[in-house]
């Protein structure tokens, strides 16, 4: 059983567009992190929300943290190439704990 | 910049033979993971060490897999014996707990067993 879907599954857009990615979950968790992944490489760590409703933004890129912690989203503004890459959620489900569980991934293509 | 570094990058083995993948953490990090990625399961967490104690391998096939970290420069995850099905990208990744600066992740290893 996955505690964490992501959708969608694969993503193609042009250059400019804007887009949003889900996480979600019918468990409730403590914090949750956003990962990027690229081709050959370890994840690397975007955010980390821990509060219900919490909006952080990076750039380009939104984050969301649902108000009963169970969700979130990832929204990105005007994409670029450079944003291509398999988009990870992780949850945290106990306070205190460092141990995340991934979600199983957006794989976005940006095209030129 | 820090890194967690593993080796060895890539590794083709027969089936049966011992594999040992190893794991050097970020200097003052005090929890290691390993996870290992394929294209059907994800990213799945197979072991969870905090201080070099292992808190967690519930994920972990207990009768072929072990992981250790002798001291805290070096963590490893040892297969034997090894199978087809254990072809994977394995992860090894480094945090500080009580932080939330999440986890820093090393290159992997990408491991296929014929």
């Known amino acids: 059983t996955q505690l964490l879907e992501q959708s969608p599954q694969f993503l193609s857009i042009q250059e400019g567009e804007n887009l949003t990615v889900y996480c979600n979950s019918s468990s409730v968790f403590s914090s949750l992190q956003w990962y990027r992944q690229e081709p050959g490489e370890g994840p690397v760590l975007l955010v980390t929300?821990?509060?219900?409703?919490e909006v952080k933004k990076l750039k380009r890129l939104t984050f969301q943290f649902g108000d009963a912690r169970k969700d979130s989203s990832l929204h990105i503004t005007a994409a670029q190439p450079g944003d291509t890459g398999l988009y990870l959620c992780a949850g945290a489900r106990t306070s205190g704990t460092y141990k995340y569980i991934f979600g199983t991934g957006t794989r976005l293509k940006v095209l030129a | 910049d820090a890194r967690v570094t593993q080796t060895p990058r890539d590794k083709v083995t027969e089936m049966g033979q011992e594999v040992t993948m190893r794991c050097q953490p970020i200097?003052?990090?005090?929890?290691v993971f390993w996870y290992r990625q394929t294209m059907m399961q994800g990213l799945e967490l197979l072991a969870y060490?905090?201080?070099?104690?292992?808190?967690?391998d519930s994920g972990m096939p207990k009768d072929r897999f072990s992981a250790e970290m002798p001291d805290a420069t070096l963590a490893t995850l040892k297969i034997q014996p090894s199978e087809p099905r254990d072809s994977a990208v394995y992860f090894c990744a480094s945090g500080l707990e009580g932080t939330y600066y999440g986890y820093t992740f090393g290159s992997g290893t990408r491991l296929t067993v014929v």
């Open positions: 200097l003052g990090h005090n929890t």
């Open positions: 060490f905090r201080n070099r104690a292992p808190l967690d």
């Open positions: 929300v821990v509060t219900g409703g």
